[in-house]
């Protein structure tokens, strides 16, 4: 007799590429985004860049995570992966007009204007993982 962790292997991949892909998509679409090179600046040693990059993926990967908690198929990992992915690309865009100057300062390594976004995009992931919980994933 198979084990029952072995028969549940292929679903358990399939989530877990699905929750890759969907965090690719999304580094992909918040980088092309942004006016400058994330990694850039990242590897010259830019903390600001390399903390508002982290907070853009942690608010996103934390409701992708509670997804992949919660549903029992890849379909709905990628129906709740793409509204995460819109909640926090909403965040970044009300983030760039609340601060104007957001990309020169990050740019200009400016930490204290990097964590407040940060912030902001982790908290509004919480949030928004929040609200998945309440909702029915069946």
Same mark, same amino acid.
């Given at each position: 007799?198979?084990? $029952?962790?072995?028969?549940? !292997?292929?679903?358990?991949?399939?989530?877990?590429?699905?929750? +890759?892909? !969907?965090?690719?998509?999304?580094?992909? /679409?918040? &980088?092309?985004?942004?006016? #400058?090179?994330?990694?850039? /600046?990242?590897?010259?040693? $830019? &903390?600001?860049?390399?903390? *508002?990059?982290?907070?853009?993926?942690?608010?996103?990967?934390?409701? +992708?995570?509670?997804? !992949?908690? #919660?549903?029992?198929? +890849?379909?709905?990992?990628?129906?709740?992966?793409?509204?995460?992915?819109? +909640?926090?690309?909403?965040?970044?865009?009300?983030?760039?007009?609340? #601060?104007?100057? !957001? #990309?020169?300062?990050?740019?200009? $390594?400016?930490?204290?204007?990097?964590?407040?976004?940060?912030?902001?995009?982790?908290?509004?992931?919480?949030?928004?993982?929040?609200?998945?919980?309440? *909702?029915?994933?069946?």
């Amino acid at each position: 007799m198979i084990p $029952n962790y072995l028969t549940e !292997l292929p679903q358990f991949l399939a989530l877990l590429g699905m929750g +890759v892909l !969907l965090l690719g998509v999304f580094y992909s /679409l918040y &980088t092309f985004l942004t006016p #400058h090179s994330e990694l850039a /600046l990242i590897f010259e040693g $830019n &903390t600001a860049a390399a903390i *508002m990059l982290a907070g853009a993926m942690l608010g996103f990967a934390l409701p +992708v995570a509670v997804s !992949l908690a #919660h549903s029992s198929s +890849v379909m709905a990992l990628a129906q709740w992966g793409a509204s995460a992915m819109v +909640v926090q690309l909403a965040a970044y865009a009300a983030l760039r007009l609340l #601060h104007r100057g !957001l #990309h020169t300062a990050i740019e200009q $390594n400016r930490v204290s204007i990097a964590l407040w976004a940060a912030t902001m995009s982790l908290a509004l992931g919480m949030l928004n993982a929040g609200a998945q919980l309440a *909702m029915d994933y069946r």
